[in-house]
């Protein structure tokens, strides 16, 4: 598979970048797709939120009325879970453990077949370089305007490039990130994905 690969301006060059079909020429694969992004969301989880029993919440163990002759139900204490501010019946808790399992081999089907659908759907671009002079969040928007590209966009780099990182760290709808820690929600997120033929060689060397 070759890939055409763009200039600075964003016009296609005459120069092409060979790319592994066992990495790019894959089936879509929807089931393991939705399979390895749900478990990256879950295992992404930073479970801190937590809720009291019923033992934890603040009340007195009066009993608040007598238990015959006002027609209301039997209560025994204030935070019994069906009463206002009384405890959970059952809480969410720090300790919850959200995480999914999902074998190497089936992460990396996942992965080569994302990135095939990228190329069908013709949302993937590769880029001769791409860098910027100084750490100005206009000077890569301006990049990116340039390539033709407005929203939504994943660069993938090869290697970390602090001017690059700064520039666009303040942007919502872009995402500089090495090739290596290319992740399958961003893969998906993003309308549009651009990367340099050094990016592609490192996700042909990971996902092999």
Do not use: C
């Amino acid at each position: 598979m070759e890939f055409k690969i763009l200039d600075k301006a964003g016009k296609v060059s005459k120069k092409t970048h060979k790319a592994s079909d066992a990495i790019f020429g894959n089936d879509f694969n929807e089931s393991l797709i939705h399979q390895i992004v749900t478990s990256y969301m879950s295992n992404s989880r930073s479970v801190t939120r937590a809720q009291k029993t019923r033992s934890e919440v603040k009340h007195s163990t009066r009993k608040p009325f007598r238990q015959k002759g006002t027609g209301n139900a039997r209560a025994g204490m204030t935070s019994s879970p069906i009463w206002r501010s009384g405890g959970r019946a059952f809480p969410n808790r720090p300790d919850e453990n959200y995480t999914h399992k999902i074998n190497k081999k089936a992460y990396r089907a996942g992965m080569k077949s994302i990135l095939s659908e990228l190329v069908r759907q013709k949302r993937l671009s590769i880029i001769e370089e791409f860098k910027i002079d100084t750490p100005k969040t206009k000077k890569f928007v301006e990049k990116i305007k340039t390539l033709g590209f407005e929203d939504n966009v994943l660069v993938l780099i090869d290697a970390f490039d602090e001017n690059l990182y700064l520039s666009s760290r303040n942007i919502t709808n872009a995402l500089v990130v090495e090739a290596k820690y290319a992740d399958p929600v961003s893969l998906v997120h993003f309308s549009k994905v651009i990367a340099t033929p050094g990016a592609v060689k490192q996700l042909e060397e990971m996902f092999a």
